[in-house]
């Protein structure tokens, strides 16, 4: 029995964070049903955004990307009462489920605050601060935590983690940032990168 298509699952084909094989069936899908189609087209306008916004296609929160189906969840932490609604500048915490090779996948956190043209890298900035999964604290299931600091605008806030491998990825750290990660984003858009997203609601001081 086919499993019907949701909003959510019809984002992740738009912006190409699917399987292949995932891909071709819900292109199989929206082809065969004109409710679909429809719908389909409606969220493609609603994508259409300015170049900034396209650049990174990140998967909508809970739809892993890549194939290594990278698991990205928050996790409540001592530091705080409420993993879903925090304050701009309280810390939150991601849960990243476990990988291969965590000692060759480099971490990239990108954010994107609501109303926001489009995603933006807050880490790393500079060499000195890229440090690869196996870094971060492990749970003893083999996942690994990272704790975040939220943003300032209040409202829902996008975070995303991509783990490229160290071994492919060359950042030139001279170029400006349109430039400096453009083989990050082309390696997200061919699914040959792991990257998942989470949302946070973030509360008025």
């Given at each position: ?36 189609a429809v719908r389909a087209s ?49 810390r939150f915490r991601l849960q ?104 946070i609601g973030v509360r008025a001081?």
């Amino acid at each position: 029995m086919i499993s019907p298509l949701g909003d959510a699952r019809i984002l992740a084909w738009l912006v190409g964070a699917l399987e292949p094989g995932d891909a071709l069936a819900v292109s199989e899908q929206i082809a065969a049903d004109a409710t679909l189609a429809v719908r389909a087209s409606a969220l493609s306008a609603r994508l259409d955004r300015p170049a900034a916004a396209k650049a990174w296609r990140i998967p909508p929160p809970g739809i892993p990307g890549g194939a290594a189906r990278l698991q990205v969840r928050t996790h409540a932490a001592a530091v705080m009462s409420d993993a879903q609604a925090v304050r701009p500048g309280e810390r939150f915490r991601l849960q990243l489920g476990s990988l291969p090779d965590a000692s060759r996948r480099l971490m990239v956190v990108l954010y994107r605050a609501e109303h926001s043209e489009g995603w933006s890298v807050i880490f790393p900035t500079s060499t000195d601060e890229c440090v690869t999964l196996d870094e971060l604290p492990a749970e003893p299931d083999g996942s690994r935590y990272l704790d975040l600091v939220a943003g300032e605008q209040p409202g829902e806030q996008r975070w995303a983690v991509a783990l490229p491998s160290r071994d492919e990825l060359v950042i030139d750290w001279t170029a400006p940032p349109a430039e400096r990660w453009a083989v990050l984003q082309a390696r997200i858009r061919d699914g040959s990168v792991p990257v998942a997203s989470v949302q946070i609601g973030v509360r008025a001081a």
